[in-house]
């Protein structure tokens, strides 16, 4: 059974998320949330998270899927958003957008299709990665959505390798 909205897709990813944070913060709490209805402000805000993001009255944005890692001294998130179609130029602007401006420490976007034309000629022919930054020392990955596995392509991740 495929998919028949993107709404279907968040419970199979926040699962996976959880997962995959636990297995890379071992020994630190995590929780994931489908946040697609909320400005990620009164998100934060409701679950009194908003006193370690200065800013957070900027995040006037909905993540799909958020990641909350909480460590001794900070609050890191971890954003997911997830496309039932291709991924065009304008999804990748539209989370780069995002992660801009919250600084998430992973930003990661999902198909279930893969990419469109323009924007795997992008990536794998004119190895434009720079679009992906967001910070000095962070940027995006994108990758296809295997339903079947519930897991992402490990072959399909740009840029190549671990997701984090």
């Given at each position: ?22 297995a890379k913060y071992r020994r630190l709490p995590i929780d994931v949330y489908d946040t697609h ?36 001294d900070n609050i890191e998130l971890a954003f997911v958003e997830c496309k039932l179609n291709r991924i065009t130029l304008r ?74």
């Amino acid at each position: 059974m495929n998919y028949r909205n993107e709404t279907q897709m968040y419970p199979d990813v926040e699962k996976w998320m959880k997962k995959r944070l636990e297995a890379k913060y071992r020994r630190l709490p995590i929780d994931v949330y489908d946040t697609h209805t909320k400005y990620l402000s009164d998100f934060l805000e409701e679950k009194g998270l908003h006193v370690h993001f200065p800013d957070y009255p900027s995040y006037e944005i909905k993540v799909d899927v958020l990641g909350v890692i909480q460590g001794r001294d900070n609050i890191e998130l971890a954003f997911v958003e997830c496309k039932l179609n291709r991924i065009t130029l304008r999804d990748v602007s539209q989370l780069l957008g995002y992660s801009k401006v919250a600084q998430p420490v992973h930003s990661i976007l999902l198909s279930a299709r893969g990419l469109n034309t323009s924007v795997t000629y992008l990536f794998d022919t004119f190895r434009r990665y720079d679009v992906l930054r967001y910070n000095d020392n962070k940027r995006m990955r994108i990758g296809a959505w295997n339903k079947t596995r519930l897991d992402i392509d490990p072959t399909s991740i740009i840029p190549r390798g671990e997701l984090f």
